[in-house]
Structures are given as structure tokens and as C-alpha cells.
């Protein structure tokens, strides 16, 4: 990044409300319980084995990584990796093999030693292996480590991660708050009930639709961490009662990243002292479309459905003008990899004049046989939560304009991601959230043949070979425009539509103190080892 960019992606920071003026620091107080109105209720407590920050978000806490992004600086990417159980790191002159110095003394919370052999174990199962005959259940990330040929254990604090080729951006991978480092000796069933981690805080409990809890883990090897005594997630589905129980006074913060731009102009008339921000989340919406199935196996009524999309009746509705349209990867300035704005609009669909687009699309879909007397019926399937609802009632209203009649079907959590990753739907709307900012885990986990992730099906063997390409090249400015086409390409292949890119609101009461949070990924800010309560 030249310098200018560095100012100018700073001060438009500044003006978003996204990077707090320098204060003075006050001394952290310790203990007390946070207690967090959470936004849903998660399948497992297993964060290598979920695809949501329901899952993920509450048990970041109890882990460590090998490396992390920087708590403390909202802008999450290479530049501010720090270490966690790995000290230091270092790439060979190949650029194939990276090599972790790990941190002695740290004990699991069951007491046993943690060694390089955990680190082997972990990746070993996100690699699709057993661990005393067991795989993962689901193993959403595994998609992010097909360039890993193996990681050997040189010493109990030494462990080498060996590539099939350079991967400059492999390191951002791992300091994902999707990548904590499991023990060999629980097994992954184990860990789907009552994990066992390394980090500030231990689990507690999970009673499903009701609350999770954490505890401080007393032998923490940061032997100033964490404050809190603990955290008590109190899960409330509907977004009005988590409103109104933060105005109320009895949870200290909101469900981060959750509410939606009307709900945070609520609280903040009727809470003016809680500290509210509105955050780019690098949660895109975006259209599912099952290209294996009748009537999308068709390639032109996909793209009839990606013409008749109007991007800005979206933000205008639902987050009052705070959205960002853009491609597949977070649009600047939050974003590092995103298009800029001139760009985006060449991408196809993506023009300007929605009624050219949808008459286009109404052509298409009369050539196939449909009209005004012969819509095509179809469901419109999305999770049961209003952020999937509401975007799904303005696409089921746009959808109209091409000759589709269609009807909303919500699925619970616990049932949506087994379905769209079998397949079982026409048309969703989903919500896409990239683990780090970065193309390796947008492109990989999203696009390629195979992963789990990969929920509309989309393979394209040539647009792979172009995301291993980019993904090899070591100067970051040569590879945008590497990826950029990468972006245009799946646009023509309307791969995924992409609606718009949100922003999220997150509150917290004046007395909770130390939190920041991130602004290109909502995965990696909540460990909350940093946070006291000043009360």
C-alpha cells in the first residue's frame, strides 16, 4: 500500500466512525460477567465444524491459534498478525515450508501439556483425516488447505507446515478465528459438546435456544488475561426482545455484527450513553441458485435471474443507504481486495439501468417458455432469521419482474446448512461471511470444485487454475488485477449473485471497555480477552 492509499484508506475510516481517537488508558478493572444478547442458537460448540458466527463467535474465546489477527486493530490482514502459541514464524527460501516456534508451559484446560502434536492433529482432521478413528462430522474450511502437503512435528515447540507450492497468504489462513488448534486427546464428537481449548476462558455450558456460558480460565498462560470472570451468551431470536433487553439494562452488549441500520437508530435514541457502531462485516448477501437442478441447470435463466436484481433497492430498504455494492470480495475502503467502485459497474448485471437489465432478463425467460400466464413456481429458501428474511421478501418481489411467482420457505439453523450443502432447494437467499479478507479464503472456500462451502455447486476447472495463479504471486499489487478478473468471470458464470455488501451494527454499554471491532471480518474480534466492565 503507497503511502497515499495509507492516508486516504485512514481517513475514510475516520469519517465511517470505524477508528476510535487515541484516549488515555485506563486501568483495566478484573472481574464481573459480561452478559451478551446473542442472535441465535448453534448446532455444535465445534468451531472447525460450523459455518456461523453463532458457533463460532461464543467459543473463540476458549482457543488459541498459532497466530491471530491483531485484537486491537480493526483492519484485519497480513500486516497485523501477531503471535498466540506460536512465538515467531518464518518461511525457507522455497517459500514452501513455514516453520511455527510454539510456546512452552501452555496447558490444555483439562491440565494435559500442549505440544507440536496438537498442531498436527488439528490440521490433520481439517484435511478431511481421523483422530483415533474419528473425522469431523462437517468440515466446512477444508477447501482452505488443499495446498497443505503435510505438517511435521520437529520437536514438542517446533512444527513445520510443508506447501505443494508458494502461498504467500497461507499464514492469514491459519490467524483465522475459524483455525484454533485442537487437542489430539478429545475426540470430535467430544468437542461438539464440551471443547477443550487453551484459551482465556473454559466452556461452561450449552443448553440449546436458552444460553451458552464461558468461565476465566484461571491458569491462562497471558497471566494478566482475561478480566471477565466470565461471559454468559443469553440467546434471543427475535431482534426486538435482544433490543429491548440492551435498552433495558440487563445485557451489557448486543449480538455483534447484528443489528440492521433502522434497530441501531432505535437504540441509539433510547440509549444515548451505550456506544453503537456501524461496521462493514464482510457478510455479503447473495443469491443461491442450483445450477444441478431444473429449471437453473439452464445457464440463461441464471442469468435472468442476476438481470432483474436491482442492488440499490436492497441497501435503500434495508440498511437505509449504509450497503455497498460490490463483487464477491469486500468493497473498499473497509476491504482491501475489493473493486472499486468504477470497476464493479462493468461487471455483467451490474449496470445502472435495472429496467434494461430486467426486459433483457423477461426475454429470456419468455424464450423458455414462461409469461404472465405461465409463471415458473418456485420456493425461495433461506434461514429463519430476519437478516436471510428480510432480503429474501425483496428478491421474491424482484423476481416477479422476469415471470417467477415465488414463496418464501424458512429453515432453522440446525437444518439450513445441512441442506444447501446437499443441495435441497431452487432458489435461496444466503448470507456469505469470509473467515479473513483475503482472495485464498473467498475464492477457495466459495468457488472451487468440491468445497463443502460451495453451496450453489459452481466448477469451473479454468477459473480454478486462475485462483491458483493469483494465489502463487507474491507482489499483493500485481495480484489485484489477477483477482479482480477472477471477479468479472464469476459474474458472467453468475456464479452466486452478489446482492450487496452489508454493515452491522454492534452496542455495548459505556462500562464495557477494551472491545474493538473488526471491520473486514466479523470472525476474528471475539475472543474478548481484552474486555473488562469499568462498573
Same mark, same amino acid.
Given at each position: 500500500m503507497t503511502r497515499r492509499h495509507a492516508v486516504l484508506l485512514a481517513s475514510a475510516l475516520?469519517?465511517?466512525?470505524?477508528?476510535?481517537?487515541?484516549?488515555?488508558?485506563?486501568? @483495566?478493572?478484573?472481574?464481573?460477567?459480561?452478559k451478551v444478547y446473542f442472535f441465535d442458537s448453534p448446532a455444535t460448540m465445534s468451531i472447525h465444524e460450523e459455518s456461523t458466527i453463532a458457533g463460532q463467535g461464543p467459543m473463540m474465546g476458549v482457543f488459541n491459534n498459532l497466530v491471530m489477527y491483531d485484537p486491537n486493530v480493526p483492519q484485519s490482514g497480513l500486516a497485523s498478525i501477531v503471535p498466540d502459541l506460536a512465538t515467531s514464524w518464518a518461511w525457507d527460501d522455497t517459500r514452501t515450508q513455514l516453520s511455527f516456534k510454539l510456546r512452552s508451559g501452555v496447558r490444555w484446560h483439562d491440565g494435559k501439556p500442549f505440544t507440536a502434536r496438537d498442531v498436527k492433529c488439528t490440521f490433520d482432521l481439517l484435511q478431511g483425516g481421523g483422530l483415533n478413528g474419528e473425522t469431523l462430522r462437517v468440515n466446512p474450511r477444508r477447501a482452505w488447505y488443499g495446498n497443505l502437503a503435510e505438517v511435521m512435528v520437529k520437536a514438542d515447540d517446533a512444527v513445520v507446515f510443508r506447501l505443494k507450492r508458494p502461498q504467500p497468504a497461507f499464514v492469514a489462513l491459519v490467524a483465522s478465528g475459524f483455525t484454533p488448534i485442537y487437542p489430539c486427546h478429545v475426540s470430535p464428537g467430544e468437542m461438539r459438546r464440551r471443547p477443550i481449548g487453551t484459551g482465556?476462558?473454559?466452556?461452561?455450558?450449552?443448553?440449546?435456544?436458552?444460553?451458552?456460558? +464461558?468461565?476465566?480460565?484461571?491458569?491462562?498462560?497471558?497471566?494478566?488475561?482475561?478480566?471477565?470472570?466470565?461471559?454468559?451468551?443469553?440467546?434471543?431470536?427475535?431482534?426486538?426482545?435482544?433490543?429491548?433487553?440492551? +435498552?433495558?439494562?440487563t445485557v451489557d452488549m448486543s449480538s455483534p455484527y447484528f443489528f440492521q441500520v433502522p434497530v441501531l437508530n432505535d437504540i441509539r435514541a433510547q440509549a444515548p450513553t451505550a456506544v453503537c457502531k456501524l461496521m462493514a462485516s464482510n457478510v455479503q448477501r447473495n443469491v443461491l441458485i442450483n445450477r444441478e437442478a431444473l429449471p437453473f441447470n439452464r445457464?440463461?435463466?441464471?442469468?435472468?435471474?442476476?438481470?432483474?436484481?436491482?442492488?440499490?433497492?436492497?441497501?435503500?430498504?434495508?440498511? !437505509?443507504?449504509?450497503?455497498?455494492?460490490?463483487?464477491?470480495?469486500?468493497?473498499?475502503?473497509?476491504?482491501?481486495?475489493?473493486?472499486?467502485?468504477?470497476? +464493479? !459497474?462493468?461487471?455483467?448485471?451490474?449496470?445502472?439501468?435495472?429496467?434494461?437489465?430486467?426486459?433483457?432478463?423477461?426475454?429470456?425467460?419468455?424464450?423458455?417458455?414462461?409469461?404472465?400466464?405461465?409463471?415458473?413456481?418456485?420456493?425461495?429458501?433461506?434461514?429463519?432469521?430476519?437478516?436471510?428474511?428480510?432480503?429474501?421478501?425483496?428478491?421474491?418481489? @424482484?423476481?416477479?419482474?422476469?415471470?417467477?411467482?415465488?414463496?418464501l420457505e424458512p429453515i432453522d439453523t440446525t437444518a439450513w446448512f445441512p441442506k444447501v450443502r446437499r443441495h435441497d432447494y431452487?432458489?435461496?437467499? #444466503?448470507?456469505?461471511?469470509?473467515?479473513?479478507?483475503?482472495?485464498?479464503?473467498a475464492f477457495y472456500e466459495g468457488y472451487t470444485c468440491g468445497s463443502e #462451502?460451495?453451496?450453489?455447486?459452481?466448477? #469451473?476447472?479454468?477459473?480454478?487454475?486462475?485462483?491458483?495463479? !493469483?494465489?502463487?504471486?507474491?507482489? @499483493?499489487?500485481?495480484?489485484?488485477?489477477?483477482?479482480?478478473?477472477?471477479?468479472?468471470?464469476?459474474?458472467?458464470?453468475v456464479a452466486r449473485p452478489v446482492l450487496y455488501h452489508n454493515r452491522s451494527g454492534t452496542c455495548w454499554q459505556s462500562y464495557v471497555k477494551g472491545y474493538t471491532p473488526m471491520i473486514n471480518s466479523i470472525y476474528n474480534g471475539m475472543r474478548m480477552e481484552e474486555v473488562w466492565l469499568d462498573r
Open positions: 475516520v469519517l465511517l466512525g470505524l477508528v476510535a481517537t487515541p484516549k488515555v488508558a485506563a486501568a @483495566q478493572k478484573p472481574g464481573g460477567v459480561m482465556p476462558f473454559r466452556f461452561v455450558e450449552f443448553k440449546p435456544n436458552e444460553t451458552i456460558r +464461558v468461565a476465566r480460565n484461571k491458569d491462562y498462560w497471558k497471566k494478566d488475561r482475561p478480566w471477565l470472570d466470565g461471559i454468559e451468551w443469553k440467546i434471543m431470536k427475535n431482534s426486538s426482545t435482544g433490543m429491548l433487553s440492551f +435498552v433495558a439494562g445457464p440463461e435463466l441464471r442469468r435472468a435471474v442476476a438481470l432483474t436484481i436491482d442492488r440499490k433497492a436492497f441497501i435503500d430498504t434495508l440498511t !437505509q443507504g449504509a450497503g455497498t455494492i460490490g463483487g464477491a470480495l469486500l468493497a473498499p475502503p473497509e476491504g482491501i481486495w475489493g473493486m472499486p467502485p468504477e470497476v +464493479v !459497474q462493468k461487471l455483467p448485471g451490474y449496470g445502472p439501468d435495472v429496467a434494461a437489465n430486467r426486459a433483457e432478463g423477461r426475454k429470456i425467460m419468455e424464450a423458455a417458455g414462461y409469461g404472465s400466464n405461465n409463471k415458473l413456481k418456485l420456493k425461495v429458501t433461506t434461514r429463519n432469521l430476519s437478516v436471510y428474511r428480510d432480503p429474501a421478501v425483496i428478491l421474491i418481489d @424482484q423476481l416477479k419482474q422476469i415471470h417467477i411467482d415465488a414463496e431452487t432458489l435461496g437467499a #444466503n448470507l456469505t461471511g469470509n473467515g479473513i479478507d483475503d482472495p485464498d479464503q #462451502n460451495n453451496y450453489d455447486g459452481y466448477c #469451473n476447472p479454468e477459473i480454478e487454475k486462475a485462483i491458483d495463479a !493469483q494465489s502463487m504471486e507474491p507482489d @499483493q499489487e500485481r495480484r489485484k488485477p489477477m483477482v479482480w478478473d477472477i471477479e468479472r468471470r464469476l459474474a458472467e458464470d
